[in-house]
């Protein structure tokens, strides 16, 4: 089993940014797909984007804004959500999700199995 675990999050002021990152725990993300999810308060859990480890293809969500970017390492090890140009609409909860498989794209939070445990990020203006 995979246990994403993210860190990088943080309290910012508008324009900043941010790089998050989900790291495989110990293990590696061979062979899985990797999404990042958003929660706003009192919101449903959104995909933001994702990457398949089997492919090297990455998709997102067309609600998610352009100023974020998904990348990795070359260790299979960790995912990277970059941030630029932070609004406070995009304060939140970021998590990080795992899933074994081939099928990608995964958009949709059921299709994970593995969740971290989340990171706050906070933008104020």
């Known amino acids: 089993q995979i246990q994403p675990v993210e860190s990088g999050g943080g309290s910012v002021q508008t324009g900043g940014s941010l790089r998050l990152s989900c790291s495989a725990s110990?293990?590696?993300?061979?062979?899985?797909?990797v999404g990042w999810f958003y929660q706003a308060p009192g919101k449903e859990r959104e995909f933001l984007a994702g990457?398949?480890?089997?492919?090297?293809?990455?998709w997102r969500a067309d609600s998610a804004p352009e100023r974020f970017t998904i990348s990795r390492d070359n260790t299979e090890t960790t995912v990277f959500l970059q941030m630029n140009s932070l609004q406070p609409e995009d304060t939140g909860v970021y998590f990080c999700?795992?899933?074994?498989?081939?099928?990608?794209?995964?958009?949709?939070?059921?299709?994970?199995?593995?969740w971290g445990q989340g990171t706050q990020v906070t933008v104020s203006s």
């Open positions: 999700a795992a899933s074994y498989g081939l099928q990608w794209p995964k958009v949709q939070a059921h299709e994970y199995e593995f």
């Open positions: 110990g293990r590696t993300f061979s062979g899985s797909v």
């Open positions: 990457f398949s480890w089997v492919s090297g293809l990455t």
